[in-house]
T-cell receptor, first 115, second 111 residues
Framework: SAVISQKPSRDICQRGTSLTIQCQVD?????MFWYRQQPGQSLTLIAT?????????ESGFVIDKFPISRPNLTFSTLTVSNMSPEDSSIYLC????????????FGEGSWLTVV | DQQVKQNSPSLSVQEGRISILNCDYT??????FLWYKKYPAEGPTFLIS?????DKNEDGRFTVFLNKSAKHLSLHIVPSQPGDSAVYFC??????????FGTGTSLTVIP
């Protein structure tokens, strides 16, 4: 199993500012995933973070807006840059384990409100 | 403590038969539930949802059943197809706000 800690759990942010979300896993994992869940919408994958390489972003998400760091096999950060109210969302990190990535663990989520 | 649990990490089913994926939760305040389908290293795909005012919701081959007294949710896929082979995970929330996720069940549909 994997235990994932995220912080902050909740924050209210001013428009135009940036916030960095941290994700710590209690075991070493190759890939970490960052998701967004906007109110009333489905879970959306932002990017996949591999240790030692650039993150891979999904369509509609760019590095300038969501820079990601992955300094080691247990830690990652996601920064939401130049925030607007549309960025108000829950951001979650996730890891997969098992030979086929068939067990999924999520952090508790970081609930950001941009005012 | 895991508020949403999927106790079967894997399931194998013959093509054409029914697949039943189960999910249990502990928080009686949960009133909105989702099922997602996910392939390894890809983003999840929303499948079907159900709110606590209903006990069944159907969409094509997918049906979700909710048993509130047992705090149990199940997803039925019938008939199962090889393309259904994926990881399925459930999610639960209060009022559609913060979701809590199960760890997934890997479904293999055998041709």
């Amino acid at each position: 199993s994997a235990v994932i800690s995220q912080k902050p759990s909740r924050d209210i942010c001013q428009r135009g500012t940036s916030l960095t979300i941290q994700c710590q896993v209690d075991s070493q994992v190759t890939m970490m995933f960052w998701y967004r869940q906007q109110p009333g919408q489905s879970l959306t994958l932002i990017a996949t973070a591999n240790q030692g390489s650039e993150a891979t972003y999904e369509s509609g998400f760019v590095i300038d807006k969501f820079p990601i760091s992955r300094p080691n096999l247990t830690f990652s950060t996601l920064t939401v840059s130049n925030m607007s109210p549309e960025d108000s969302s829950i951001y979650l990190c996730s890891v997969e384990s098992g030979d086929l990535g068939n067990t999924i663990y999520f952090g508790e989520g970081s609930w950001l409100t941009v005012v | 403590d895991q508020q949403v649990k999927q106790n079967s990490p894997s399931l194998s089913v013959q093509e054409g038969r029914i697949s039943i994926l189960n999910c249990d939760y502990t928080n009686s305040m949960f009133d909105y539930f989702l099922w997602y389908k996910k392939y390894p290293a890809e983003g999840p795909t929303f499948l079907i949802s159900i709110s606590s005012i209903k006990d069944k919701n159907e969409d094509g081959r997918f049906t979700v059943f909710l048993n509130k007294s047992a705090k149990h949710l199940s997803l039925h896929i019938v008939p199962s197809q090889p393309g259904d082979s994926a990881v399925y995970f459930c999610a639960a929330s209060v009022n559609g706000n913060q979701f809590y996720f199960g760890t997934g069940t890997s479904l293999t549909v055998i041709p």
